[in-house]
């Protein structure tokens, strides 16, 4: 085991735990976001750097502080570890720095996205970026591509977390797309005409974090903080069933995975459980989802209102306009 | 000229066949080390020479050999990085295209100190015509019984291959040359874990520089102890600079560490002098994306002291007065030549050469690079410069590999030294734009 | 323009490799352990480049990969990201031009607009012949000689005046490529 103190709150994980997942047992504010790690999938993390964090005493034995900030998704913690995300303003500046980057190219067409309410970017947006840009120069676009019938790739409002890779690599089998091209010139794409086609390929649409992916079963049929998540489920023979359906009345207008309060799903589903099934009778209906921050949802009116308590006193300003949590 | 250790023979004809290496001392490191050394008495060698990375980074080598892991029954991996493509560098492939058996020596050397039994050598593919010089001479050692099974007797067994990239200058940078040596996009990886527990195949890899390597066989013939006499304090040694710019005798040129940058400028021994008689104006030192200095600067440290061709000496007073050796690129700008243009030139290469995988570098890069090319062109305001200097910081330490600073670096110092070059060129957009227009308004107080 | 996709309709003809190439292809194969066969990818994108004519199709990247028992994306996510693999057609000769600053210091600039003008194509570009692709590159490592440029597997260094630069466009109209060592 490691105790480690993280924003002044000492927590005990396990040896080998990254700085990130040290940081979700503790909970709340102080959490680092992550744009491009998921913890389902292997080999995930350490490149949107949004997750950065300062190792102000590297361990008990070796006290020095790490010379740069650290991603946080990547690092594993030692025994006697101190570590400053929220409470230090270097972290927060470096943060609202990529944020900045992560923005410019990206096309802030929020209006007309479907990822719009559940979108990582936007609440990353939201807490750490400015309100005006920088940037003067013609942002980077591409045309849209459909990858087959049920998933469209916008790739202009693609972040490249490789999220979407290591699921097709991992979940499915037989990949065809990947990342083509380099630099700021690279993109998702299949290379030749192609159509991403097995049973587990629709869970690309649940790991991106951005709109770059969307379901085209639901693909502007409403707007996600109007719709009413019900956990549900179903006998399945190719994967567990579960599911969360996205109902407006009697209407499943989406099927997703069940996703935890940091957007990563619980158990991966097939496509047929995700894009066939749209009927209310096709589901055993468990009750209403639980959404926790990463979307609008956890601010809708079918819940009662949760109360967010902060749990370290002496924020720093910049942390005070965080979006409502648990 | 002082003493040569790694081009004494480099000029003697037939220098690139085993027959003629041989006869001018090749391949004796072999002998000595196979037969009369252990492993570990090789690297405590090396470290005793105090010879340093000559990729660019300049960690001691020895260090570097005694953290490779060795766990039971594991392969461990040598890997020499041929990749030269470092703006301004190009000691390397003359080297290997001239020299080829010093290299292979190395890698034996090398590869009997470190326990590896498969080692590679991976260069940039745009080198295929030194890849084919170095197979020849590969082809040679196996014959000679310098490669393969129980080398000279020794029992131990090494196969030595060339790998060719692709075209990426990221492939420099070691975790993603070994991606690259996989056969995958050079993406650089996560660190930790370090190639030293896992490389090449998952497996404990070292990664040394051409030049790093061919320094070996003399350390192991001559001892470290002669080797750490060489050069001046922690710069120990010789060192192969690739001279290029406005300069009279462009070329590759080995100095023992300490050499007055004065007189590496101006000597008929080593540049010869600014060409067409014109007036020095700035230096990169160290390859393309160590910060840049004006003429006064590279000459003196801020101090008043000489400034020498030494690690510390080039880096004395940081970032605000000091520069890098890196990889001895040595660079020389002449009065005639525009600060802002060169550093949209370099801000294009790392745009150019980013990755893409991790945000402030792909995104960042292409920034700067446009923003530059505004104020070249003419299109600049006032604000750019204070933003470049921000955009830099935002990348800066914060992405997965050395690029990033790269990139920052060169932009960040070409404003903290030639900002006037800079507002000159945004306030008077038509002069700038002119053909063959330069600033001169610096030239008196950089040249005095 | 990115996002279009490359269509298969665009075939050639079938992709075969020489024998040579493909005892030179095992032979790369044969420097890496058992199952890390990918790792001669590199090597074997340069022989079908050098086999092909100058570029490597979607047909031929396809054919690489079931040689190496790959997936066929694995070899386009590589064959884009390295500059040297051109992934369209290209002319006879790709004069694949230094831009970076060293060069640039000793003319490398002025040397790219004549061979515009020269030629009348801009970056990028093929003569209407098919005898020249114009392709500006990064550093080639070779500082001390520019301006200089590669065609194929050799370098042509001190081209700093227009007179050279017409000796040396005069040479590659009536030169052929050398043969690849491993293909002699």
């Keep these: 085991m490691a105790k480690i103190t993280f924003d002044g709150i000492e927590v005990e994980v396990e040896d080998g735990t990254t700085i990130l997942q040290a940081a979700r047992k503790i909970g709340g504010d102080v959490v680092p976001p992550a744009m491009c790690f998921y913890t389902p999938l292997k080999g995930s993390g350490g490149k949107c750097r949004v997750c950065l964090v300062k190792v102000t005493q590297g361990s008990a034995k070796d006290p020095r502080p790490m010379p740069k900030l650290v991603a946080s998704c990547i690092t594993q913690v030692q025994d006697g570890m101190v570590v400053e995300n929220t409470t230090n303003e270097d972290v927060l500046n470096a943060r609202k720095g990529i944020v900045e980057m992560l923005l410019i190219n990206h096309p802030l067409d929020c209006p007309v996205c479907d990822q719009a309410g559940e979108c990582d970017l936007q609440n990353l947006s939201y807490e750490h970026g400015v309100s005006a840009t920088r940037y003067e120069e013609e942002r980077r676009t591409f045309n849209k591509v459909d990858l087959g019938p049920y998933i469209q790739l916008h790739m202009t409002r693609c972040i490249l977390c490789y999220r979407c890779v290591y699921t097709a690599d991992q979940i499915a089998d037989n990949r065809v797309h990947g990342v083509l091209g380099r630099g700021d010139a690279a993109e998702i794409g299949t290379y030749i005409e192609n159509v991403i086609d097995n049973e587990f390929s629709g869970n690309v649409i649940d790991v991106c974090p951005v709109g770059a992916l969307t379901d085209k079963t639901w693909r502007f049929k409403n707007r996600v903080w109007f719709t009413k998540p019900m956990d549900a489920h179903r006998d399945c023979p190719t994967c567990s069933g579960k599911v969360t359906l996205w109902t407006r009345g009697e209407e499943v207008l989406r099927v997703t995975a069940r996703k935890d309060q940091y957007a990563e799903v619980e158990e991966f589903i097939c496509n047929t459980c995700r894009f066939d099934k749209k009927e209310v009778k096709d589901w055993t209906i468990e009750g209403p989802r639980h959404i926790d921050r990463g979307s609008v949802i956890s601010a809708n009116h079918y819940e009662l209102p949760v109360v967010n308590v902060p749990i370290v006193p002496n924020l720093p300003v910049s942390t005070k306009k965080n979006l409502p949590q648990e | 000229m002082g003493l040569k250790i790694l081009t004494e023979h480099i000029n003697v004809p037939g220098i690139e066949t085993l027959e003629v290496y041989r006869k001018h001392g090749g391949y004796k490191s072999v002998e000595k080390a196979l037969k009369t050394m252990s492993p570990d008495e090789v690297v405590e060698e090396v470290k005793t020479s105090g010879l340093r990375g000559r990729g660019g980074a300049g960690f001691p080598t020895g260090m570097k050999w005694s953290f490779l892991a060795k766990p039971e029954g594991v392969p461990r991996y040598l890997v020499c990085n041929a990749d030269e493509s470092e703006p301004g560098t190009f000691k390397d492939r003359w080297f290997m295209e001239k020299n080829p058996h010093a290299l292979v020596e190395g890698m034996i050397t090398s590869s009997y100190a470190l326990g590896a039994n498969t080692s590679y050598i991976y260069i940039r593919g745009e080198l295929l015509f030194v890849l084919r010089i170095l197979e020849k001479a590969i082809a040679e050692a196996y014959a000679a019984g310098l490669l393969g099974k129980n080398i000279l007797g020794s029992g131990y067994d090494l196969d030595l291959h060339v790998a060719p990239g692709g075209g990426a200058y990221i492939c420099g940078e070691e975790t993603a040359l070994l991606e690259s040596l996989e056969g995958k996009r050079g993406n650089p990886r996560n660190k930790p874990p370090f190639p030293a527990v896992k490389g090449l195949f998952q497996s404990p890899t070292v990664v040394n520089n051409v030049e790093t390597i061919a320094s070996v066989p003399w350390i192991v013939n001559n001892t470290g102890a002669e080797y750490a006499k060489i050069g001046v304090g922690r710069s120990t040694g010789t060192k192969l600079i690739s001279a290029s710019g406005n300069i009279n005798n462009p070329g590759v040129f080995e100095i023992e560490l300490g050499v007055p940058v004065e007189e590496f400028i101006y000597s008929d021994q080593y540049c010869g002098g600014i060409w067409k008689g014109k007036q020095l104006k700035a230096v990169v030192p160290g390859g393309s994306s160590v910060p840049i200095l004006p003429a006064n600067l590279i000459l003196k440290t801020a101090a008043g002291e000489d400034r020498l061709m030494s690690y510390e000496s080039l880096s004395d007073g940081g970032f605000v007065s000091g520069s890098m050796l890196g990889s001895g690129a040595f660079i020389v700008f002449d009065e005639d030549q525009c600060i802002v243009r060169n550093t949209w030139n370099y801000a294009r290469f790392y745009h150019h050469e980013s990755c893409g995988q991790c945000s402030p570098c792909r995104e960042g890069t292409g920034w700067m690079e446009k923003v530059l090319h505004r104020i070249e062109y003419g299109h600049g305001h006032q604000q750019d410069i204070d933003l470049l200097v921000s955009v830099a910081k935002q990348i800066e330490g914060n992405t997965i590999c050395p690029l990033g600073d790269a990139a920052a670096w060169p932009v960040a110092s070409a404003v903290r030294h030639f900002r006037d070059e800079f507002e000159w060129h945004i306030k008077h957009p038509k002069e700038a734009t002119a053909p063959g227009a330069v600033y001169r308004g610096q030239l008196d107080a950089i040249t005095a | ?184």
């Design chain 3, 1 to 184: 323009m990115a996002g279009d996709n490359i269509k298969m309709a665009e075939t050639i003809n079938e992709v075969k490799f020489s024998d040579a190439a493909m005892a030179e292809i095992q032979r790369y194969i044969s420097h890496y352990p058992e199952g890390r066969q990918k790792s001669a990818l590199l090597p074997i994108l340069h022989i079908a480049q050098a086999e092909f004519g100058g570029w490597v199709s979607p047909e031929a990247m396809d054919k690489v990969a079931e040689i190496l028992n790959i997936k066929p994306i694995e070899v386009y996510e590589v064959a884009t990201f390295y500059t040297m693999f051109n992934l369209k057609p290209v002319g006879k000769h790709v004069l694949e031009v230094c831009r970076t600053g060293p060069c640039c210091l000793r003319g490398a600039d002025q040397m790219i607009d004549m061979i515009k003008q020269k030629l009348n194509i801009e970056e990028g570009e093929t003569t209407a012949d098919g005898m020249f692709t114009l392709k500006p590159v990064e550093c080639l490592a070779s500082c001390g000689s520019g301006p200089m440029l590669q065609v194929r597997e050799l370098y042509y260094e001190n081209i700093d005046s227009e007179e050279k630069l017409d000796q040396f466009l005069e040479m590659m109209r009536n030169k052929e490529h050398e043969t690849p060592t491993w293909a002699k």
